[in-house]
């Protein structure tokens, strides 16, 4: 119904900023729970970031609060993922997702669209 696609990754040194987009495309990102993940080589799929639909209320997991800024333009469809102070241990490939629900919003599972990621890697 909704899909997703995902740019702005790239190579950054440690310490540096990326910022990533996730666009959408047939369907209103305003009527969607919206949440970046990221998967390294070796290890599961984990939370980053999730940004509510009313009040665009804001979650992130302790490894990325104080660094990571999700953000949402409804009028250009689109979310953001702000990274600052990017450490080697952030290196992953990045997916943007959507739900209807904010249930369990830090959980994979609770998300039934998924973009393709766009690569982030950091050079120490």
């Known amino acids: 119904q909704v899909q997703l696609a995902e740019s702005g990754g790239g190579l950054v040194q440690a310490g540096g900023s990326l910022r990533l987009s996730c666009a959408a495309s047939g369907g209103t990102l305003s009527r969607y729970f919206m949440g970046w993940f990221r998967q390294a080589p070796g290890k599961e799929r984990e939370f980053v970031a999730a940004i509510s639909r009313i009040g665009g209320n804001t979650y992130y997991p302790d490894s990325v609060k104080g660094r990571f800024t999700i953000s949402r333009d409804d009028a250009k469809n689109t979310v953001y993922l702000q990274m600052n102070s990017l450490k080697p241990e952030d290196a992953a490939n990045y997916y943007c997702?959507?739900?209807?629900?904010?249930?369990?919003?830090?959980?994979?599972?609770?998300?039934?669209?998924w973009g393709q990621g766009t690569q982030v890697t950091v050079s120490s």
């Open positions: 997702a959507a739900s209807r629900f904010g249930d369990s919003y830090y959980r994979v599972l609770s998300y039934s669209y």
